[in-house]
C-alpha cells in the first residue's frame, strides 16, 4: 500500500518533494526556507501515517504523555520550593518541637513524594505502552516494506542503486518512525515546560530568558548543520557499508566456507572489510571531532553566561527579599529554560535526520513497476488449453547495460510444442525465458501469447501458467512436500500429487529413505534434525515442483545439469508421458534430449541462427549439426575409454 493511500500526491510529485535545491541568490531564500519547512512536514506526515496505520491508540497515548511531561516538571518545581521554603522556615523555629516540625514539613513532603510516585507511574505506564507499540511500528514498516517488494520488477534488482535503497530502507525505517514520533512528542513537552518556566521567571526578569534562547541558537545551528552533513556522509558511503556487509557475511555464509577455507581466502574479507572500514571511519570521525570541538566552544560561553545570570537572580531575591525556595525555583526555571531548549535542539535534529533517513523508504516505496498490464481492461489467459506463443522480432538489454543480448528474435511455438533451446553459456537462453515469462519486457518487439501481446495479460495469470525451474532454482528451509507444493501454493493440498510429482521426478526413492519421508525438513539452518541434500537430489526435488503445478507451459532451464545422463534420461521419458500436450521448453546442454523436440531453437550470441527438428538441422549441416557431432563424439571416446577401463585388452 502506498503513500497515495492517504491522498497524498502521486509518487514522482513525492520524489520532487524530497528534493531541495540551494538558494542562488538572497531572493530565493525565503522560498527555499518555506519548500524546507514543507517537505519537513511532509515527511514528519509521512511517518505520522506509518504510526497511525501500525496503532492508533500509540499517538493518542502520546499526546497524553507529551502534554504530562511537559507540565509535570513545572508543578514539580513548585512542590520543590515549596518544600524548601518550609524547610528553611523550620530551621528559623525557635523551639525545635517535633510536631511543629512535623506540622510544618511532612505535608509537604509527602505532597512532594507523592507526586514524584505518581509522575513514575504514568511514565513507566506509558514507556511499557510505547515499547510494545514500537515493536508493532517497527513490524509493519517491514512488513510494508516486504510487500512493496513482493511486486518490485525483477529488473530492480539488476540495479545496484535499488539494493542501496532497499538496504537503506529496511535498516533504517524500522526504528526511525518511532525515534521521529518520540521526539517530537517529546518537542512539545519540551515547549510546554519552556514555556511555563519563562512565564515563571517574568517575575523577576524577561532579560535572563531571552538571553538563554539566544545562547542556544549557536550550538542549534552547528547541530543541524552537522546532522546533515552526517547523512550526507552516510549516503554517499552507504556503497561502503553494502561492502562491508558483503565480506562479512561472505565468512559466515554456507555456500561459500568451504572455498574460503580451501583457497585461503578468510583473511582476505576481513582485509578487505578493514580497509573499507578505515575509509569510512576516517570520514565519520572527523565529523564527530569537528563537531565535539564546536560544542566544546560553545559550552564554555554558556557556562560563563550562566554563572553571570545565576547571580544576578541570586541579587534579586535577596534585594526583594525573597526566599530560599525563591532562589531555588528561579534558578531551576533558568536551568530547565536551558535544558529545554538544548532538548529543542536535539531533538529537532533527530527528528530532522530521521526525516531525511526516512526519505529512503518514501524513495523505495516509489519504486515504479513496469511490468504491469498495458491495458486498462487487462485479458484473462484461457487455461487447460494448447497455447500459441510467437516471438516478433525481439530484442532485448539488460536495464542499465548498452548490449543487446537478445537480438531481432523470430519463431512461432504450437500447442503441445517440445522446444529445446540450444546455445553455448551467454548466448541468451535464459534470457528469452525470462522475456517469455515476461520477468522482463522486451526493449524491441513483441511476444505474442494466443495472438495477444503479453503485455495485455493479467500479470498474475500469466505468471500462474508457467511451471517454470530455473538453473539456480529455489531450495526452501521447509520440508520435503512443501518443497514441493511450492511449485503452485494455491492448489487443494494432495498428499496422492505431492507423491506422483515426486515419483515422475525420480524423488521419490531417495526420499523414502529420509528419517522423515516426506514431512524431513530440509536445510540445517532452523532445525539440528534438517537434512542437507546433494545437489542432484536438490534438483530433482525442484523438478517435482515443476510437475506439480497444473500449468499450461513448462519451462525447464538446464534442469538435469547435475544429473547422471541415465536418471536425465529417466526423468525425460516420465516427462513425455506426464506432459500431455502441454507446451514445454527445454534448456539443456545435453543436446540427446534436443533429438525428441518438435522444434530446436539454436541461440548464438542473442542471435537464433537455425531453428527446425533434430533430422531437419542434421541435414542443415550447420551449427546445430556441429554441436551435436562434437558432443556425441566426446560421448562416444569417453564410452570407448570406459570400456577399455573396464575391460582392459589382452596382451
Ligand atoms: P544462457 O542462458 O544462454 O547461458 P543468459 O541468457 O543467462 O545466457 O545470458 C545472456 C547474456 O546476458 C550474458 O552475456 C550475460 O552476461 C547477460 N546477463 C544475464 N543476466 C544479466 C543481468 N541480470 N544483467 C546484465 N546482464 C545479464
Not at 534579586?316 to 531548549?341: E, F, H, K, M, R
Not at 515443476?546 to 538435469?560: G, N, R
Amino acid at each position: 500500500m502506498g503513500p497515495g493511500r492517504f491522498g497524498g500526491p502521486p509518487p514522482h510529485e513525492m520524489n520532487e518533494k524530497l528534493k531541495e535545491p540551494l538558494p542562488k541568490s538572497i531572493k530565493e531564500i525565503p522560498g527555499f526556507i518555506k519548500r524546507l519547512t514543507h517537505s519537513f512536514f511532509f515527511r514528519l506526515s509521512y511517518i505520522i501515517k506509518l504510526v497511525w496505520e501500525a496503532k492508533k491508540s500509540l499517538l493518542f497515548i502520546m499526546v497524553f504523555l507529551a502534554a504530562f511531561n511537559g507540565i509535570s516538571p513545572v508543578i514539580s518545581a513548585y512542590i520543590s520550593a515549596n518544600l524548601l521554603n518550609k524547610v528553611a522556615l523550620a530551621l528559623t523555629l525557635p523551639d525545635k518541637v517535633l510536631s511543629s516540625i512535623v506540622d510544618l514539613v511532612l505535608p509537604a513532603m509527602l505532597l512532594q513524594f507523592a507526586y514524584m510516585f505518581f509522575t513514575n507511574l504514568v511514565n513507566t505506564v506509558g514507556n511499557i505502552i510505547t515499547r510494545m507499540s514500537s515493536e508493532l511500528v517497527t513490524n509493519h514498516v517491514k512488513v510494508k516494506i516486504m510487500n512493496k517488494a513482493k511486486e518490485i520488477d525483477i529488473a530492480s534488482f539488476d540495479r545496484p542503486e535499488f539494493y542501496e535503497k532497499f538496504e537503506n530502507a529496511s535498516r533504517e525505517a524500522g526504528a526511525r518512525p518511532i525515534q521521529v514520533i518520540n521526539s517530537t512528542f517529546n518537542i512539545v513537552s519540551n515547549l510546554i515546560s519552556a514555556v511555563s518556566f519563562i512565564v515563571i521567571l517574568s517575575a523577576i526578569s524577561w532579560t535572563a530568558p531571552l538571553i538563554v534562547i539566544l545562547l542556544s541558537l549557536p550550538s542549534a545551528i552547528i547541530t543541524f548543520y552537522y546532522r546533515k552533513k552526517n547523512f550526507r556522509y552516510m549516503r554517499r558511503r552507504s556503497n561502503d557499508r553494502r561492502k562491508m556487509n558483503y565480506y562479512s557475511d561472505m565468512l559466515v555464509n554456507k555456500d561459500m566456507v568451504k572455498e574460503l577455507r580451501l583457497f585461503n581466502l578468510s583473511d582476505t574479507f576481513i582485509f578487505n572489510y578493514n580497509q573499507v572500514f578505515k575509509n569510512y571511519f576516517g570520514g565519520i570521525k572527523k565529523l564527530i571531532r569537528n563537531e565535539g570541538i564546536w560544542n566544546l566552544a560553545i559550552a564554555f560561553v554558556t557556562t560563563a553566561v550562566n554563572c553571570i545570570l545565576f547571580f544576578f537572580i541570586a541579587y534579586t531575591v535577596a534585594v526583594q527579599n525573597g526566599q530560599i525556595g525563591d532562589y531555588s525555583l528561579y534558578t531551576g526555571a533558568l536551568t530547565s529554560i536551558a535544558a529545554c531548549v538544548a532538548a529543542l535542539v536535539t531533538t529537532t535534529s533527530t527528528i530532522y535526520e530521521g526525516t531525511l533517513f526516512i526519505d529512503n523508504m518514501i524513495v523505495f516505496m516509489n519504486e515504479k513497476k513496469t511490468i504491469v498490464p498495458a491495458i486498462d481492461q487487462p485479458l484473462s489467459i484461457k487455461r487447460g488449453v494448447g497455447h500459441t506463443i510467437e516471438f516478433k522480432d525481439v530484442s532485448f538489454r539488460y536495464p542499465g547495460t548498452n548490449r543487446d543480448v537478445i537480438k531481432h528474435i523470430n519463431f512461432t511455438i504450437e500447442p503441445g510444442d517440445t522446444v529445446v533451446m540450444v546455445g553455448l553459456n551467454g548466448a541468451g537462453k535464459t534470457t528469452l525465458i525470462k522475456l517469455l515469462t515476461r520477468l522482463y519486457d522486451p526493449t524491441e518487439g513483441t511476444i505474442l501469447l494466443d495472438g495477444h501481446d503479453i503485455k495485455e495479460y493479467k500479470v498474475e495469470e500469466l505468471y500462474a501458467m508457467f511451471g517454470i525451474i530455473f538453473q539456480d532454482f529455489g531450495k526452501y528451509a521447509f520440508t520435503v512436500s512443501k518443497n514441493i507444493e511450492f511449485g503452485q501454493i494455491e492448489k487443494q493440498y494432495k498428499e496422492e500429487d505431492i507423491h506422483t510429482a515426486a515419483k515422475a521426478s525420480s524423488a521419490d526413492a531417495f526420499i523414502q529413505s529420509l528419517p522423515n519421508g516426506y514431512d524431513t525438513p530440509l536445510m540445517r539452518i532452523f532445525e539440528d534434525n534438517g537434512i542437507e541434500l546433494s545437489i542432484g537430489q536438490w534438483q530433482k526435488l525442484s523438478i517435482a515442483r515443476a510437475f506439480y503445478s497444473d500449468s499450461d507451459i513448462l519451462i525447464l532451464d538446464e534442469p538435469t545439469a547435475s544429473l547422471d545422463p541415465l536418471a536425465e534420461q529417466e526423468i525425460f521419458s516420465q516427462f513425455d508421458e506426464l506432459r500431455k500436450d502441454k507446451t514445454t521448453f527445454f534448456v539443456s546442454h545435453r543436446l540427446s534430449s534436443a533429438t525428441v523436440a518438435s522444434k530446436i531453437l539454436v541461440l548464438e550470441n542473442g542471435k537464433l541462427i537455425e531453428t527446425g527438428d533434430h533430422n531437419e538441422l542434421m541435414k542443415k549441416r550447420g551449427a546445430y549439426y556441429q554441436l551435436f557431432s562434437t558432443q556425441a563424439k566426446r560421448y562416444l571416446s569417453a564410452k570407448e575409454e570406459d570400456s577399455v577401463r573396464t575391460h582392459p585388452p589382452h596382451d
